[in-house]
C-alpha cells in the first residue's frame, strides 16, 4: 500500500513557518539551533513514517522559546523553514490610493540586496535601492540610520540619568530584538539592566506616524510603515502588543532582504539595471528638522 505522510504546516508565529511538505529530515535546522544558538528548540518529533521536525516537545512556536534568530532558515536547504511572508500585504496597501505607504531599511540591506540579483559580495547598491522604492509605488523614504541615530541619544540620555541617580547598571541596549527575546525568556534576571528605548525600526515607525504625519499634514490612521529589514525577530518585534501608540502600530509590515528582492522580481524591476538616486519625499526633508524633546513620549 502507498504512504502519503501528511502535511503539518506550523505557522503560529509571526516571524517563521515550517512545512513539513518540502523537508527532508536532513537536521541542519536542529544542528543550526543547537550548536550556533544554543538553544535547542527545533527536534524530531514522532518516530517512523511519522517523523517530522518542529519545536521540541510538540510545542507551537510561540511557546518554544524561539527568539527568532534565524539560524535555522539559515540553515535549511529546501526552504522548509522560512520567514512569514509580508509581501501580499504590502501589495495590497501600494495598491491602496487611499493609504500613504513608507518605506524604511535598515543599513545593511544596501549591501546583501544586490546579492540576489547577483551584485558582487558587499557592492553598495543604496541608489539603486531608492530607485526601485520609488518604482514600486512608496510615497515616503523614512532611513534607519537617522532613527538609530535618535536611539543613541536615547540610551545615552537614559545611561547618564541612570548614573547620576542610582539606576540599574550595566545598561543594555534594546536594539535587537532576538537580543530582547532571549533576555526575556533565559536570563530574566538582567531586565531591569535592558534600555526602555525602542529599537530604530520601531522609533522609525512611531516618529514617522505621529510627529511627522501631523507636521506633514497626514492622517497617521492612513499612513502605512512598511521596514525592510536582515532579522525576522523584527516581524515578531512589530506585532508585540506594546508597540503601539494611541492605538495605532509603529509597524505595520516587516520585509526581509529575501523578501523584498522576490517583490522586486514578482513586479518584474531589473534591479541591476536601474538608475542610482537619492532619498525623495517630504520625510526626507523633514527628519533634519528633529526636536528631540518633542517625541520624547513616543521613543520609549
Not at 502519503?4 to 512545512?19: E, F, G, Q, W, Y
Not at 513608507?102 to 557592492?123: K, N, T
Not at 504625519?213 to 515578531?236: D, N, Q, R, W
Not at 518585534?237 to 503601539?244: F, H, T
Request: glycine letters at 8%; a negative charge.
Amino acid at each position: 500500500n502507498f504512504y502519503k505522510k501528511p502535511r503539518l504546516i506550523n505557522d503560529s508565529s509571526h516571524s517563521i513557518v515550517l512545512d513539513s511538505g518540502k523537508c527532508i529530515l536532513c537536521g541542519r535546522c536542529v544542528t543550526a539551533c543547537e550548536k550556533q544558538a544554543g538553544l535547542s528548540i527545533l527536534d524530531f518529533n514522532e518516530r517512523g513514517n511519522e517523523t517530522y521536525v518542529g519545536p521540541a516537545l510538540f510545542h507551537n512556536m510561540e511557546d518554544s522559546g524561539c527568539i527568532y534568530c534565524g539560524k535555522c532558515i539559515q540553515a535549511c536547504p529546501v526552504a522548509a523553514i522560512k520567514e512569514k511572508s509580508d509581501i501580499d500585504n504590502v501589495i495590497d496597501v501600494l495598491r491602496d490610493p487611499s493609504k500613504r505607504v513608507i518605506v524604511s531599511a535598515a543599513p545593511s540591506v544596501r549591501v546583501s540586496l544586490g546579492e540576489e540579483f547577483g551584485s558582487r559580495i558587499g557592492e553598495n547598491v543604496e541608489g539603486k535601492m531608492y530607485t526601485s522604492f520609488k518604482k514600486l509605488g512608496f510615497d515616503e523614504i523614512m532611513d534607519t540610520n537617522f532613527t538609530a541615530d535618535l536611539t543613541i541619544l536615547e540610551e545615552g540620555t537614559e545611561f547618564i540619568n541612570r548614573v547620576k541617580n542610582g539606576g540599574k547598571l550595566p545598561l543594555f541596549t534594546s536594539c535587537s530584538p532576538g537580543w530582547v527575546n532571549y533576555i526575556e525568556q533565559y536570563e530574566p534576571e538582567f531586565l531591569d539592566n535592558l534600555s526602555t528605548a525602542k529599537s530604530p525600526q520601531q522609533m522609525a515607525g512611531a516618529v514617522s506616524k505621529h510627529y511627522y504625519a501631523e507636521k506633514l499634514g497626514y492622517k497617521k490612521e492612513e499612513t502605512v510603515f512598511v521596514s525592510i529589514m536582515p532579522c525576522i525577530a523584527k516581524k515578531h518585534e512589530a506585532r508585540r502588543p506594546e508597540m503601539e501608540f494611541d492605538g495605532v502600530r509603529d509597524v505595520d509590515y516587516v520585509l526581509t532582504t529575501r523578501e523584498y528582492a522576490r517583490l522586486l522580481k514578482r513586479k518584474g524591476v531589473d534591479f541591476m539595471n536601474l538608475e542610482d538616486s537619492v532619498p525623495f519625499g517630504d520625510l526626507a526633508k523633514y527628519c533634519l528638522l528633529y526636536t528631540s524633546d518633542a517625541a520624547d513620549d513616543l521613543l520609549c
